[in-house]
């Protein structure tokens, strides 16, 4: 039978049809309404459940997740179904859990989202108690490794902040890459604000974080993808970007973790989470920190010919190299953030000097754009050539041999951006109220799309509230293609679409 939402959509047919039409007989009206109705996309769908159906669901899925898949509040990417592998980004252990999403902080900030909206205190709990396997595997140089270890033996490898007998030599560098750090800590301050700062672990775990991450933050205002402690200045002078006089052609292998990076969004997941500590602890000097990243993405900008940025430059600000399939070259890649943050920055204090990297910018990568539309992921210093890689790792400007775990096209989201600009660079100065960052999920309206996602959530849950699925085929994954596994995407997923579905 329909959905509920459709049975009122039925009447309110009826009701428009004999509004317009006068005296058109309600047999006709029915009929009218009836047809309408059978063509509405979700006629058919399944039942929407009810409030109590969908809570039931709610709290069956979350326990599992808590009872039998989590290790002590942390939680991997993706188990087998029967547990015989489990992984983040590579193969894991029993015992272990992962920082980058979709791993531990993002479920915990699920959670969380889930209380705002039921204000269930079982949901808070599950919150607290993915924030303290944060606490437990936070290094003592404040941020997070991808690996969290729960084994008594795996945790000596680590010099955890909560360890008072830990190993000097143990491994003690935060990681800044693919969101690690910055999303324990949005989990950890997320939870800490929900619990009314009352948790004083969870509180001074995060206020640890934040001031590491200020003494790890260079003199210009760019973070290095990895640390271990606050960086020497002498070593970092403020200076802007500038083309070298040559680049090396072939892959140098030489470090580059300390290099001021933008590659995976580093530099702009990092500002992000210092604007929200701003907000949330009401304190300006986190504040201040992610206005000088904003300088920072101002610094970087390179001059003409190419007035657009690297994925990451050494400290003479020359576009430099990183992994050996990441040349020194202008990347259409995370430029594309790197313009997107600096409105984001914009929108949260007001200052226009954010928006001026813009207009060149949009210019020079709009004539840059591949035939296809897409923009390259590298071009080559000045003279703007695409460049790509071999499957042997040899730089070319072919694109007819390319190795296929990384992308050397992106997607050109330039129209989207420019017209973002144009409506915020419309405004008078002055008359701009800053945006916030920190919003406490509340209750939306009901809608058709929602119940019907509810039911395809309530419909795919087993009897003991997980949900399976098969696994996709992956690179350095163990649990073969089809194989029945728990996705932690998935789930936090559902729930919070459950929630959603509740509150509304």
Same mark, same amino acid.
């Given at each position: 039978?329909?959905?509920?939402? +459709?049975?009122?959509?039925?009447?309110?047919?009826?009701?428009?049809?004999?509004?317009?039409?006068?005296?058109?007989?309600?047999?006709?009206?029915?009929?009218?309404?009836?047809?309408?109705? !059978?063509?509405?996309?979700?006629?058919?769908?399944?039942?929407?459940?009810?409030?109590?159906?969908?809570?039931?669901?709610?709290?069956?899925?979350?326990?599992?997740?808590?009872?039998?898949?989590?290790?002590?509040?942390?939680?991997?990417?993706?188990?087998?179904?029967?547990?015989?592998?489990? @992984?983040?980004?590579?193969?894991?252990?029993?015992?272990?859990?992962?920082?980058?999403?979709?791993?531990?902080?993002?479920?915990? /900030?699920?959670?969380?989202?889930?209380?705002? +909206?039921?204000?269930?205190?079982?949901?808070?709990? $599950?919150?607290?108690?993915?924030?303290?396997?944060?606490?437990?595997?936070? !290094?003592?140089?404040?941020?997070?490794?991808?690996?969290?270890?729960?084994?008594?033996?795996?945790? #000596? #490898?680590?010099?955890?902040?909560?360890?008072?007998?830990?190993? @000097?030599?143990?491994?003690?560098?935060?990681?800044?890459?693919?969101?690690?750090? &910055?999303?324990?800590?949005?989990?950890?301050?997320?939870?800490? &604000?929900?619990?009314?700062?009352?948790?004083?672990?969870?509180?001074?775990?995060?206020?640890?974080?934040? #001031?590491?991450?200020?003494?790890?933050?260079?003199?210009?205002?760019?973070?290095?993808?990895?640390?271990?402690?606050?960086?020497?200045?002498?070593?970092?002078?403020?200076?802007?970007?500038?083309?070298?006089?040559?680049?090396?052609?072939?892959?140098?292998?030489?470090?580059?973790?300390?290099?001021?990076?933008?590659?995976?969004?580093?530099?702009?997941?990092? /500002?992000?989470?210092?604007?929200?500590?701003?907000?949330?602890?009401?304190?300006?000097? *986190?504040?201040?920190?992610?206005?000088?990243?904003?300088?920072?993405?101002?610094?970087?900008?390179?001059?003409?010919?190419?007035?657009?940025?690297?994925? &990451?430059?050494?400290?003479?600000?020359?576009?430099?190299?990183?992994?050996?399939?990441?040349?020194?070259?202008?990347?259409?890649?995370?430029? &594309?953030?790197?313009?997107?943050? !600096? %409105?984001?920055?914009?929108?949260?204090?007001?200052?226009? #000097? *954010?928006?001026?990297?813009?207009?060149?910018?949009?210019?020079?990568?709009?004539?840059?754009? %591949?035939?296809?539309?897409?923009?390259?992921?590298?071009?080559?210093?000045?003279?703007?050539?695409?460049?790509?890689?071999?499957?042997?790792?040899?730089?070319?400007?072919?694109?007819?041999?390319?190795?296929?775990?990384?992308?050397?096209?992106?997607?050109?989201?330039?129209?989207?951006?420019?017209?973002?600009?144009?409506?915020?660079?419309?405004?008078?100065?002055?008359?701009?109220?800053?945006?916030? /960052?920190?919003?406490?999920?509340?209750?939306?309206?009901?809608?058709?799309?929602?119940?019907?996602?509810?039911?395809?959530? +309530?419909?795919?849950?087993?009897?003991?509230?997980?949900?399976?699925?098969? $696994?996709?085929?992956?690179?350095?994954?163990?649990?073969?293609?089809?194989?029945?596994?728990?996705?932690?995407?998935?789930?936090?997923?559902?729930?919070?679409? /459950?929630?959603?579905?509740?509150?509304?």
């Amino acid at each position: 039978m329909p959905p509920r939402p +459709l049975i009122s959509r039925f009447f309110q047919e009826i009701a428009a049809i004999r509004a317009s039409r006068g005296r058109f007989g309600v047999v006709s009206c029915c009929f009218a309404g009836l047809f309408i109705c !059978l063509l509405h996309p979700l006629a058919w769908a399944d039942p929407a459940p009810s409030r109590d159906e969908a809570a039931d669901a709610l709290r069956r899925g979350v326990a599992y997740f808590r009872d039998t898949v989590s290790i002590e509040g942390g939680y991997l990417w993706r188990y087998a179904a029967d547990f015989s592998e489990v @992984e983040g980004e590579v193969p894991a252990t029993r015992t272990a859990a992962w920082a980058q999403p979709p791993g531990t902080p993002s479920v915990g /900030l699920a959670y969380v989202t889930v209380y705002e +909206l039921t204000r269930d205190p079982y949901y808070l709990e $599950a919150a607290r108690e993915t924030a303290t396997a944060l606490v437990r595997t936070q !290094l003592d140089s404040g941020g997070w490794d991808y690996r969290l270890e729960f084994a008594p033996e795996d945790r #000596k #490898k680590y010099r955890y902040r909560v360890e008072s007998d830990h190993n @000097e030599n143990a491994r003690n560098t935060s990681t800044l890459d693919d969101d690690t750090t &910055q999303a324990a800590l949005r989990c950890l301050m997320r939870v800490d &604000q929900a619990l009314e700062f009352s948790d004083r672990a969870i509180h001074e775990a995060a206020t640890y974080a934040l #001031k590491k991450l200020m003494e790890a933050q260079y003199p210009n205002g760019a973070w290095p993808q990895r640390f271990s402690g606050p960086p020497d200045p002498a070593n970092y002078p403020v200076k802007p970007a500038s083309y070298p006089e040559d680049w090396p052609k072939a892959y140098p292998n030489a470090p580059y973790a300390d290099f001021y990076t933008f590659n995976d969004n580093t530099l702009a997941d990092t /500002l992000e989470v210092m604007f929200m500590a701003g907000e949330i602890y009401q304190n300006d000097a *986190y504040t201040r920190s992610g206005r000088r990243a904003g300088d920072f993405m101002i610094l970087a900008q390179m001059p003409d010919p190419q007035p657009g940025w690297a994925q &990451q430059y050494n400290a003479d600000m020359h576009p430099a190299w990183a992994r050996k399939f990441e040349p020194a070259s202008i990347t259409g890649g995370e430029s &594309q953030g790197v313009m997107r943050s !600096l %409105l984001r920055v914009y929108e949260l204090t007001g200052d226009r #000097k *954010y928006l001026a990297p813009l207009p060149r910018a949009l210019t020079y990568y709009k004539a840059s754009l %591949l035939e296809d539309g897409r923009l390259a992921r590298f071009y080559e210093l000045k003279t703007n050539t695409p460049l790509y890689f071999t499957k042997d790792y040899e730089v070319t400007y072919s694109d007819a041999d390319m190795p296929t775990h990384y992308s050397f096209k992106s997607p050109s989201q330039l129209d989207a951006i420019e017209a973002h600009y144009e409506q915020l660079a419309a405004i008078p100065e002055g008359e701009w109220t800053p945006r916030r /960052l920190v919003r406490p999920a509340t209750p939306g309206k009901t809608s058709d799309v929602l119940a019907d996602q509810a039911a395809k959530i +309530l419909k795919a849950q087993r009897e003991d509230g997980a949900w399976v699925e098969p $696994a996709p085929a992956r690179d350095r994954s163990r649990i073969e293609k089809g194989t029945p596994m728990l996705d932690a995407r998935t789930f936090s997923r559902n729930i919070v679409t /459950l929630a959603r579905f509740i509150a509304a």
